[in-house]
């Protein structure tokens, strides 16, 4: 097929979806470049989805593992939140942030 393609990995929050009880979790998809542009496709969730946090992107998930290390380590806490903001108070944002 000959179609250019890579796996990325992050984090999806709940935006857009109705409220699940369970934290986010560590999420991993894949990206198609088809007609110019970069299209995500995600086989766990299989529908559109907003709000990825893109982490890595590479050619497997060897390329990109969420941790590398050497003997026992552990991780005490990892957080990451995800809200939706309204259009009208993003654009200010990002006049502001220019």
Known sequence: ??????????FLGDIGVPPDPA???YNAWFEVFL???WFTFDARHNMPRI???TVARGRDATDIPLATSFGPHTLKTFRV???E?????LSALMRRSA
């Open 1 to 10: 097929m000959n179609i250019p393609a890579r796996y990325a990995n992050g």
């Open 23 to 25: 934290p986010m979790d």
């Open 35 to 37: 007609d110019g542009r």
């Open 51 to 53: 709000g990825r946090i």
């Open 81 to 83: 939140w995800t809200e």
């Open 85 to 89: 903001v309204e259009p009208d108070v």
